[in-house]
């Protein structure tokens, strides 16, 4: 009892000494977080209940990156088989207590409403890179075809509630770290037929507005007042913005409620317009350094569980801003993603930061170490 008690008492007093943070990497996410409240304030019409609300995440988001920055590596490593069975659980739940508009995604606990699905952004790659830092790399079939497998079961879970945008995400992360453990291009390239000859399978068991936002994303036009509605004025807002746009507050599609989901997922378009190409230019600029700078954290890693899952945490992030970048340009179908950092979201921001945290975390028990 008393040794169990002395180690937590060691566990809380490294907690609250000042961790090794990434100056660079932590100014940067300050930085994007700051022009996000920005853009937000400016999308919502300086509604101060969305921005406090938002400022206030971002608060919690930090806090929740402060103290896992504390915890080492080798924690994580030990936690995450029961932090992912408590995902599953979690998506099971929301299957049969889930809440939402359109659909049920979210897991209402009477002091706080979340979203569970946003937990596998993290617990994914966690779990992946656990179970192939335990066997030699390159892994195996047998291996390969097990990962898989715990890739695909939180994947169908929230597919069927329906999000597919997440189950995408979710897929991209834990595929991340497998591709990052050694896979040849050879076999890289069967498992990518594999999927596409799996195509008309996943079509067939699309739901009806699904298959309606990938042939909207072919021809817009073709339902201008209906499926084809966001892409449309999406691309209205982007190409009127110019180089310098129209101003704080000025953009006509966001304020005269044209462009929906103007706070959230197609807020680019929104900065787009009111501050144009340059301040678009310069958020995708922070986004490469934040991504770069965490891929280069994952190269220092001190082992493969710490690299697999530092490089799955970066290149998941690079998705984000990729997805919703072509979503909001018509290049992507509409999913629902947002804008890390920039897109109103309690739940998103939270849980991004806290995947900022696990990548403090590997900088400061990296492989050289002063």
């Known amino acids: ?8 008492e060691v566990f809380l007093r490294r907690l609250l000494l000042r961790p090794r943070l990434d100056l660079p990497l932590l100014a940067a996410l300050l930085l994007l977080a700051a022009l996000g409240l920005f853009f937000l304030a400016s999308a919502a019409d300086l509604s101060w209940r969305t921005i406090g609300g938002q400022a206030l995440r971002f608060v919690i988001g930090f806090a929740v990156l402060y103290t ?36 049920d995604r979210w897991l209402n606990l009477g002091v706080v409403r979340f979203q569970p699905s946003e937990l596998l952004k993290l617990t994914m790659p966690m779990m992946v890179a656990w179970y192939l830092a335990r066997r030699p790399l390159p892994p195996s079939w047998r291996d390969t075809g097990a990962v898989l497998l715990l890739i695909a079961l939180p994947a169908v879970l929230i597919a069927k509630q329906p999000d597919l945008g997440t189950a995408l995400l979710v897929v991209m992360a834990g595929a991340f770290a497998l591709f990052l453990s050694g896979l040849s291009l050879r076999r890289i390239g069967l498992m990518f037929a594999v999927l596409l000859a799996l195509l008309p399978v996943a079509w067939h068991h699309m739901h009806d507005y699904q298959r309606e936002r990938v ?83 994952a190269s220092n890693a001190r082992d493969t569980y710490a690299r697999l899952l530092g490089g799955a945490l970066a290149l998941s992030f690079f998705v984000y801003v990729l997805v919703n970048g072509g979503m909001i340009s018509g290049l992507l179908p509409v999913v629902g993603v947002p804008l890390p950092l920039v897109s109103y979201g309690g739940t998103s921001a939270v849980s991004l930061l806290a995947g900022f945290g696990v990548l403090m975390s590997i900088h400061a028990h990296r492989k050289f170490m002063k």
Do not use: C
């Not at 501050?275 to 678009?280: E, N, S």
């Open 1 to 8: 009892m008393s040794r169990t008690l002395l180690r937590a």
């Open 215 to 297: 042939l909207t994303l072919l021809n817009p036009e073709s339902d201008p007042l209906g499926t084809g509605w966001h892409i449309i004025q999406s691309e209205i807002a982007v190409g009127s913005g110019g180089v310098l746009g129209k101003g704080f507050m000025q953009g006509t599609q966001a304020q005269l409620q044209f462009l929906p989901e103007h706070t959230t997922d197609f807020i680019l378009a929104v900065v787009g317009e009111e501050f144009g190409l340059a301040a678009v230019l310069l958020l995708l600029a922070l986004y490469l350094f934040i991504i770069g700078r965490s891929l280069w954290i």
């Open 68 to 103: 896992i920055a504390r915890v080492p590596p080798a924690q994580f490593r030990r936690w995450t088989p029961p932090l992912y069975a408590t995902s599953l659980l979690l998506l099971l739940l929301v299957l049969v207590h889930g809440e939402g508009s359109g659909a």
